[in-house]
């Protein structure tokens, strides 16, 4: 397939398997430290299939389906192994290298990484003697603390400041491409992106600036200027503020989705820390997912006018099918000609916070917008306003929100709800996607008990082989090699995580023997598994070295042993002795 596996193993550390699974089925609250759903690959009514967002590997308890974020696109979007990558890669941003001969591996992602952090800190350097710059952020009301915190920055006007500053070798500039903080000339040469603007460093959820927005200080468009897509930025995943929100709050109860840079940084301004921005695109089922995953509670604030309203209702739509039921949405809508920053400074923290916690609900804004596409004086605008109600409540996965909804529709409409009930009970027959899961190596009786928990154990929590300050010795056991080679693939990647593990037997006869592996199941505590672990070692040793001295026994009573058998049966011996001496 001539793709590098150095690039494999970057993709899948890249992809959130949690993320690239709730963006198809929506996942549950976590269950101990797994997420659940209804398994996509079999009919099921309770929520068997499990996703490990430490192991980055997927299993369900019914029909056996397991793997890692290739494994699912491959089995759920019917995708061969190279569009499986081809796919994850336009999702994490990277582009597949085509490679002829020999793998080079890709390691380019740190290196851009790096340059985003230089980059940001020059920016925020060059705020200090841009007086226009300060005076502007104070004439919005923002001090040189929530500046700090933001790391707020200014790009100096000349076109050829971050090119000359970070673009002295071809290499340079070719990451200053990447990144797009630079941009290329059709007559040849480059100049800078941002010039003469108010710099806001993007960081992802994990803190790594990704990318930049710059404001513009005087007339002019556009007025805000993000950063391209890149490998690292990709505007539909990233939530500004989101960050600097988890690192403000122990704990958050909701998060407020507005609109703008200087919305985030001036309800942060105001103590509220909780405040996070799309950035220039509309809602996106990556944004709620990733929301969901720190908070139960959204509350969506746009301007009051139609072009806000409209807004709103283009979320909502993203929003019904990745609804569970504890999940609560709300809208805030502000008055006319206000938006966050200018509102929250005129009226306020705890004004505005009044305004949150009275913002409609999803359900009250839903109906109320349906009811005004359609006349309920009439039994036609009735069955007009039912019918579209029904089109999105068929799109909810939780349980109870829909009867709730049916109920509400019922008394609105004029309607039976047992009449709507049976509209969605009664969907079209979706296809399932039958799962051929091969009987588990691990279950056949041949291996033993201590081999079987010690490979099972290395291959769901692969940090197990920093423990093990031994060598084992060589010897006929069964699994024996494979446990060798398992623990010379993980000393040479120490951080290496379970989905990254099994891919490195891809396609070759343990693939399958491996993901069981990771399927299988003890009811060994977390706190308790190195122990355990390193209990099943020194077994293993046991076991190796009785094999041994009734290998050799077993020789000597067929006739007599050779002068340096007797030194390895008595070698062997005082082994055991050792090992065993309490």
Request: proline fraction near 4%; include cysteine; hydrophobic fraction near 40%.
């Amino acid at each position: 397939m001539n793709i590098p596996r150095e690039f494999i193993e970057l993709l899948l550390a890249k992809i959130d398997i949690v993320d690239l699974i709730n963006t198809q089925i929506p996942l549950r609250k976590k269950s101990g430290s797994n997420y659940f759903a209804r398994c996509p690959f079999h009919n099921e009514k309770s929520a068997s299939f499990s996703v490990s967002q430490q192991k980055q590997f997927y299993y369900c308890f019914g029909c056996g389906a397991h793997g890692n974020a290739i494994d699912f696109m491959m089995q759920h979007e019917r995708l061969s192994f190279p569009e499986a990558i081809e796919t994850l890669a336009r999702t994490a941003g990277m582009e597949v290298p085509k490679v002829a001969g020999g793998a080079k591996k890709d390691d380019s992602l740190p290196a851009l990484y790096a340059l985003m952090t230089e980059v940001t800190r020059y920016y925020h350097e060059q705020l200090r003697g841009a007086k226009h710059a300060i005076a502007y952020l104070k004439n919005r009301g923002i001090s040189g603390q929530i500046a700090k915190q933001f790391l707020l920055g200014y790009a100096p006007a000349s076109f050829h400041q971050i090119l000359d500053h970070f673009g002295k070798t071809d290499a340079d500039k070719k990451k200053l491409l990447d990144t797009g903080l630079i941009i290329k000339k059709d007559e040849g040469g480059y100049f800078d992106r941002f010039r003469d603007r108010i710099m806001f460093p993007i960081h992802d959820y994990r803190g790594r600036i990704i990318g930049f927005g710059g404001r513009i200080l005087e007339k002019g468009e556009p007025k805000y200027l993000n950063s391209p897509e890149t490998a690292l930025f990709q505007k539909g995943h990233e939530l500004y503020g989101l960050f600097e929100a988890l690192r403000a709050n122990r704990k958050l109860d909701k998060i407020l989705v507005v609109e703008g840079y200087m919305d985030v940084v001036a309800l942060f301004q105001h103590e509220i820390t909780y405040a996070v921005a799309t950035l220039g695109t509309a809602t996106t089922a990556h944004h709620i997912n990733r929301l969901t995953r720190y908070v139960t509670e959204i509350i969506f604030c746009f301007d009051g006018d139609e072009a806000g309203r409209n807004a709103a209702w283009r979320a909502l739509q993203v929003l019904f099918p990745l609804m569970q039921d504890n999940l609560q949405i709300r809208f805030l809508f502000l008055p006319d000609g206000e938006d966050p920053d200018s509102l929250v400074r005129k009226e306020g923290k705890a004004a505005f916070e009044a305004r949150i916690n009275s913002a409609s609900s999803l359900s009250a804004f839903f109906f109320l917008t349906l009811s005004r596409q359609s006349d309920l004086g009439t039994i036609e605008g009735r069955a007009r306003f039912a019918s579209s109600a029904l089109t999105f409540i068929k799109q909810v996965p939780s349980a109870i929100l829909p009867e709730i909804l049916l109920e509400e529709l019922a008394k609105r409409a004029r309607v039976d709800v047992t009449e709507l009930k049976q509209q969605i009970r009664n969907p079209a027959a979706s296809l399932q996607i039958p799962v051929a899961i091969p009987e588990p190596e691990i279950s056949k009786p041949k291996l033993k008990p201590a081999m079987q928990i010690a490979l099972a154990l290395l291959v769901q929590n692969p940090q197990l082989a920093k423990s093990v300050k031994t060598s084992l010795p060589q010897g006929n056991l069964l699994g024996l090699n494979f446990l060798h080679r398992l623990l010379d693939v993980i000393s040479l990647q120490p951080e290496i995580n379970t989905a990254a593990l099994i891919e490195s037997w891809r396609g070759q006869k343990e693939e399958n023997f491996v993901k069981n592996l990771a399927c299988w199941e003890h009811s060994i505590p977390e706190a308790g598994i190195t122990h355990e672990f390193l209990g099943t070692l020194r077994q293993l040793n046991l076991l190796i070295i009785e094999d041994e001295i009734n290998r050799l026994l077993s020789k000597a009573s067929e006739g007599e042993l050779a002068d340096e058998e007797k030194q390895e049966l008595s070698r062997w011996i005082l082994k055991k002795k050792e090992m065993t001496v309490v």
